[in-house]
């Protein structure tokens, strides 16, 4: 009996013992280091180069957006005027350049023909009377004042008839190839100022340029919107990836290319592949570490993107990321 008492006591001293080594054993063994991170993705902010009041926005929050959807519209009656006016200057543009090709009308050339001829008429007459004249002063009948005069009267009437007669071969020649080409270029000018404000208009009616989600309005229907101020932001969680921070003691598990497991609590803690893509240097601040020992040193922390390597179902922003190495 004492037998067996002696050897109940020895098994229970040693598996004492046996328990407290491996507590021991385990308390002190290398514990896994355990990272979180969360999921970020790609954001769009869908604005417009007009400035104006909101109109009608067609997308609420968590609606998916197509690209080339219409989301928004802006009412700007200024870009309206502003066109009305640039339709008005095209058009008198376009109206001076077909004169100017178009060259005198058929009227005006015969009424050019006919100052010439009445002209020509008067400057004949004239010499008709100054050879009178010039006769009578020959004769001794009148003053040499009387003949200058004539011959003066005479001089100028055939000025006035070769000044009539070039009018009228500028009328039937037509408009100077330079006027025609300035008529042209000022009607080409209003063209391109008719286009730069149809650009505009068009821009009032706000398409999405990448597919996505609907994340944020920023504006409702009857607000004024800035130029370039974001109304809708949408996310595309196609483009999405995770963010860790990571001392540079660990980061030699976490370089560029590199592939881990990672399990996301929102998704049933499954395990997913992820790739690490971009590797960086956070900022100065609250990023160092001391070591102990003579020969520690100051660690700083890492930024480190990973990508899912294959689609995960039911990712979203915010989502927390779990690792462990």
Same mark, same amino acid.
């Given at each position: 009996?004492?037998f067996f008492r002696t050897f109940l006591v020895v098994i229970v001293l040693a598996a004492g013992v046996a328990w407290l080594s491996y507590t021991f054993w385990h308390t002190y063994q290398p514990k896994p280091m355990r990272l979180q991170g969360q999921v970020e993705a790609q954001q769009y902010n869908i604005s417009s180069k007009v400035a104006g009041r909101i109109d009608r926005v067609f997308v609420r929050k968590g609606d998916p957006v197509e690209k080339g959807q219409l989301v928004f519209t802006i009412l700007s009656p200024e870009i309206d005027a502003k066109l ?8 008198? %543009? ?7 090709? /178009?060259?005198? $009308? ?5 009424? /050019?023909?006919?100052?010439?001829? $009445?002209?020509?008429?008067? %400057? =004949?007459?004239?010499?008709?009377? !100054?050879?009178?004249? =010039?006769?009578?002063?020959? +004769? ?6 009387? $003949? ?13 008839? =070769?000044?009539? !007669? ?6 039937? #020649?037509?408009? &100077?190839? #330079? ?15 008719? %286009? #730069? @404000? #149809? ?5 009032? &009616?706000?398409? /999405?340029?990448?597919?996505?989600? @609907? ?16 109304? @809708?932001?949408?996310? +595309?969680?196609? +483009?999405?990836? @995770? ?5 540079? =003691? &660990?980061?030699?598990? !976490? ?18 592949? !992820? $790739? ?13 570490? *001391? ?9 700083? /922390?890492?930024?480190?993107? *990973? ?19």
């Amino acid at each position: 009996m004492r037998f067996f008492r002696t050897f109940l006591v020895v098994i229970v001293l040693a598996a004492g013992v046996a328990w407290l080594s491996y507590t021991f054993w385990h308390t002190y063994q290398p514990k896994p280091m355990r990272l979180q991170g969360q999921v970020e993705a790609q954001q769009y902010n869908i604005s417009s180069k007009v400035a104006g009041r909101i109109d009608r926005v067609f997308v609420r929050k968590g609606d998916p957006v197509e690209k080339g959807q219409l989301v928004f519209t802006i009412l700007s009656p200024e870009i309206d005027a502003k066109l009305a006016q640039a339709h008005a200057g095209k058009d008198a %543009a376009d109206a001076q350049a077909k004169e100017a090709k /178009s060259g005198a $009308r058929k009227q005006q050339i015969a009424a /050019s023909r006919d100052q010439w001829q $009445r002209a020509k008429a008067a %400057a =004949d007459l004239m010499e008709k009377t !100054f050879q009178r004249i =010039d006769n009578l002063y020959k +004769d001794g009948v009148i003053a040499e004042q009387k $003949r200058d005069e004539a011959a003066a009267q005479f001089q100028a009437a055939r000025f006035a008839a =070769d000044g009539a !007669f070039q009018m009228f071969k500028m009328a039937e #020649e037509g408009t &100077r190839d #330079e006027t025609i080409a300035a008529a042209e270029g000022k009607a080409r000018m209003a063209a391109g100022a008719v %286009a #730069e @404000v #149809e650009v505009y208009a068009a821009d009032t &009616r706000i398409e /999405s340029w990448h597919d996505g989600e @609907v994340a944020q309005i920023l504006l409702q229907s009857g607000e004024l919107a800035p130029q370039g101020f974001p109304v @809708v932001t949408i996310m +595309d969680m196609h +483009d999405a990836w @995770v963010v860790f921070h990571v001392r540079e =003691d &660990r980061l030699a598990d !976490f370089q560029k290319g590199a592939e881990f497991n990672a399990a996301i609590p929102a998704l049933a803690a499954a395990n997913h592949r !992820f $790739r690490v893509d971009h590797v960086a240097v956070m900022g100065d601040f609250a990023t160092w570490r *001391a070591t102990n020992g003579d020969k520690g040193f100051d660690m700083r /922390s890492f930024e480190v993107e *990973a990508r899912p390597i294959s689609p995960i179902a039911g990712l979203r922003v915010g989502m927390s990321v779990l690792v462990e190495k």
